[in-house]
């Protein structure tokens, strides 16, 4: 192998590179209210358009795609790493490959299709799942060079701030887009996934035309075999969490606390969700003092348990005290999981083990999907 390719991403930063970090996180927030739209109009488009009769299929279809794509992403971002000197090229490609499945399915959608036409719009759907899966996972594999390897929790908390704030928004957010409507929704999901993929890909860039100033021998001759059963079972441990919480937690927690209060289950929800943006900074101290390890299989442990007493509580105190105890649980499992997931993986298979944590994460929320469509 070329040394003079690798030697461009072995450098070693000693603080928190922070403008690449919160040009990432502006890319991981736009990539969450793609997700908030596509969640929001897929039913709709599928009754407008007639292919109800399709769900189930492509329910599946998406499980799959999810699962699957992002370690394809990885392989071919490690091999780009190693050509190119980074992993830049895919992040940019998938980046305007979803820009322009955005605006098709704007463009289509304002056209309003005919008979033949309409046909188009599954197969937009399907593209618009890869797209956004494919430059996921390697854009995300970029923390770990915006980070020293002791301070990806702290980093990974600003990662999880920006995801459960956009998604404590998300009925404002619906109620936006349903006011706008589906063509101009896509048309400003494809410029807001461009615009923080550029700024992304600007501020990357300046990393790897510099010098390193410290080369890390010990990555560029790493021989340690990457754990994938581990970290795959790391993704799946926060995608089971995190599926039952969107999915089963608003009305479980309309219910129980009926008696209490007379807030709608999504609101609820909303709480939640606030408090673990709140809680992600000090949650990282907590990580980086005790390590990721540590944290990862006490929070998981705990979790564990809350989620069994949130499904078997009916009581409104215990779903209270169940819930605050979860909320802090489900922060440290969040923040300590792909830091740890990073850590057990060989330098040569950084993208493609991340790659492996996205795939674990998405699989549980394909078989609920799957099973709610049934």
Request: aromatic content about 14%; overall charge neutral; proline content about 5%.
């Amino acid at each position: 192998m070329d040394n003079s390719a690798t030697s461009i991403e072995t450098f070693k930063t000693e603080k928190i590179e922070w403008k690449q970090l919160w040009s990432l996180a502006a890319l991981y927030g736009s990539i969450v209210i793609g997700w908030i739209a596509y969640h929001n109009y897929q039913p709709k488009l599928l009754v407008q358009f007639n292919f109800t009769d399709f769900t189930f299929l492509l329910i599946v279809t998406q499980g799959i795609i999810l699962t699957i794509t992002p370690l394809i992403a990885g392989k071919i971002g490690d091999r780009l790493r190693f050509k190119a000197g980074h992993r830049i090229p895919i992040i940019s490609s998938g980046i305007s490959f979803a820009a322009m499945v955005f605006m098709a399915v704007a463009f289509t959608l304002f056209s309003n299709p005919g008979e033949v036409f309409r046909w188009i719009l599954p197969l937009l759907i399907v593209l618009w799942l890869v797209a956004m899966s494919i430059f996921t996972s390697p854009a995300l594999s970029t923390l770990e060079l915006f980070t020293p390897i002791d301070k990806l929790p702290r980093a990974m908390a600003v990662l999880t701030i920006v995801a459960n704030l956009v998604y404590s928004m998300e009925p404002v957010i619906v109620d936006l887009i349903d006011y706008v409507g589906a063509p101009v929704t896509f048309m400003i999901g494809g410029a807001a996934v461009f615009v923080s993929g550029y700024a992304l890909k600007k501020n990357s860039l300046s990393l790897f035309t510099n010098n390193p100033t410290r080369p890390r021998a010990e990555f560029k001759f790493d021989t340690t075999r990457s754990d994938y059963k581990y970290i795959f079972f790391l993704g799946v441990a926060v995608g089971i969490p995190t599926t039952l919480l969107f999915n089963y937690f608003p009305d479980i927690l309309e219910s129980n606390l009926s008696s209490m209060v007379t807030m709608e289950g999504k609101w609820l929800l909303v709480i939640a969700l606030f408090f673990s943006a709140v809680l992600s900074l000090p949650a990282s101290n907590y990580v980086i003092k005790v390590g990721t390890t540590k944290s990862f299989w006490w929070s998981f442990a705990i979790n564990s348990v809350c989620l069994i007493l949130v499904f078997s509580a009916g009581s409104a105190i215990v779903t209270i005290l169940t819930m605050i105890v979860f909320i802090v649980s489900f922060t440290v499992l969040s923040i300590s999981s792909l830091p740890l997931a990073i850590e057990r993986a060989n330098y040569f298979e950084k993208v493609f083990c991340v790659g492996i944590f996205f795939s674990g994460m998405a699989l549980p929320d394909g078989i609920v999907e799957a099973i709610q469509a049934l």
